[in-house]
């Protein structure tokens, strides 16, 4: 068993009572912004949210203020298969460090996970951990909706959704065939699972792979994999939805364009879904042109220009535009990112620590209310995936909290990061606002220097 099974026992934790007092908890936009309450835990579960103090063990927040536990729908923890890039040990400790208490674990490693046997042996393999976990079900070009529809009957308590690849990324799950992807579409519809698309054209990134010549430059990146790309595979999906009626989850959506698209279908009152990643949100595509560093700034879908980064980053305090972010965890050692050669180059950046801090980050810099963090990084998550104990901190809710020192002030570094590959995109970034303390199924972590051994509830 894992040291961070260990710590944990299972997700139903101990049947142990014990507070979080004077800590301040947010509301939902439209209520009361903030009140200070004691949250009382027993086992995984909030039993009492109030302003009596009756247990013996006891946290004291104070100035302190609580989230819920940060949902990710959109991590690569890489095994089975590349555990020399991460593994659910350092994947989970990643999570828990940046407030993250449920992951969502994409299905495109060496051994796809396509099947309800696989779904399975996957949950044996990860077996408990401290963070929750589902799986994304991956649909593949030789259709295997049969076994997505088995995977819903049997394996449901552990599925996030099917995830469809409609552009080349990180393994080998590509479906370009508009016939299958139809047949996806209505597989994720019959079987009350949500569809989550990474909406590239393929076609469109091969003619432009093409034109960049046999030995492009990691820059032309971006052009390989343009806005075009995006909105073309985003207005295909779309389509679809609209024809099907599925739920539909556009993944790491990355052009304010894209998103404008998809909030035409939400006027219609169609069930589609727009998730962001932090870095298409804050970093603009010039990071791309620094040859020392630009390596790490490869990743699917690319960055883009400065001008699409603040019309993208303007969308998240909207309703009715972005709904969740997503860190889309990709890690890579820095051997693979330093190759030379653009194709030897692997897509993709780590980033399960840092979401809930590059959020912190923009409510600092560009006013994004608290409210409005907690709809973004948990609340319609939990609503989205059907969730129905998380994003919330409230009586029969999980255990799942991160308490954040407001107006701390540090910077994002690389030695700090837990993620095997060791390294960060948002390195030297100032954040305000940090992570103190986590509670995962009731089971409290230290992170900050905030507390001391005097105050940490006895034996937990």
Not at 24 to 52: F, M, N, Q, Y
Not at 332 to 347: G, Q
Request: charged share 25%; with cysteine; aromatic share 6%.
């Amino acid at each position: 068993m894992s040291d961070d099974a260990m710590a944990m026992k299972s997700r139903g934790g101990e049947n142990k009572t014990w507070e979080i007092r004077n800590v301040c908890i947010i509301g939902e936009l439209g209520l009361p912004s903030v009140h200070k309450a004691t949250i009382r835990i027993s086992g995984s579960w909030i039993i009492e949210v109030d302003h009596a103090n009756l247990a013996n063990d006891y946290l004291d927040a104070t100035g302190l203020v609580a989230l819920p536990g940060v949902i990710d729908p959109h991590v690569h923890f890489r095994t089975p298969g590349w555990e020399h890039k991460e593994d659910w040990t350092t994947g989970s400790a990643s999570a828990l460090l940046g407030g993250v208490t449920t992951v969502f674990d994409m299905p495109n490693t060496p051994v796809p996970l396509t099947t309800a046997e696989g779904v399975k042996d996957k949950e044996d393999f990860v077996g408990d951990r401290a963070v929750d976990y589902r799986f994304w079900i991956g649909a593949t070009a030789d259709d295997n909706t049969h076994a997505i529809a088995e995977a819903a009957r049997y394996t449901r308590h552990r599925l996030a959704g099917v995830k469809i690849y409609m552009g080349s990324s990180t393994g080998n799950l590509l479906v370009t065939d508009e016939k299958l992807l139809r047949k996806y579409f209505i597989a994720g519809g019959e079987n009350d699972l949500v569809v989550g698309v990474h909406c590239e054209d393929e076609a469109l990134i091969r003619e432009q792979r093409q034109k960049a010549g046999k030995n492009p430059q990691v820059y032309q990146h971006c052009h390989i994999r343009n806005t075009e790309v995006e909105i073309v595979a985003v207005a295909k999906a779309l389509r679809l939805q609209k024809e099907i009626g599925c739920t539909l989850y556009l993944c790491h959506i990355s052009t304010p364009e894209a998103v404008e698209l998809a909030s035409r279908a939400k006027d219609e009152g169609r069930s589609v879904y727009v998730e962001v990643c932090p870095h298409h949100v804050l970093l603009p595509n010039t990071k791309m042109r620094d040859p020392k560093s630009a390596q790490y700034y490869k990743m699917n879908p690319s960055l883009r220009r400065l001008e699409q980064v603040l019309r993208l980053r303007a969308y998240l305090p909207r309703q009715g535009f972005v709904d969740t972010i997503g860190s889309d965890h990709a890690p890579h050692t820095r051997e693979e990112k330093s190759r030379a050669a653009y194709d030897e180059i692997p897509s993709g950046v780590p980033g399960v620590q840092t979401l809930l801090l590059s959020l912190l980050r923009i409510g600092w810099t560009d006013g994004l209310a608290l409210e409005r963090v907690v709809e973004l990084t948990s609340r319609n998550a939990a609503r989205i995936f059907g969730l129905k104990r998380k994003g919330r901190i409230g009586p029969g809710y999980d255990a799942d909290i991160v308490l954040v020192s407001p107006d701390t002030v540090t910077t994002i570094r690389d030695e700090d990061m837990a993620t095997k590959c060791g390294w960060t995109p948002f390195r030297g970034m100032f954040v305000r606002g940090t992570p103190e303390a986590v509670v995962a199924a009731g089971a409290l972590r230290i992170i900050g220097c905030s507390f001391t051994n005097e105050i940490i509830p006895a034996n937990m």
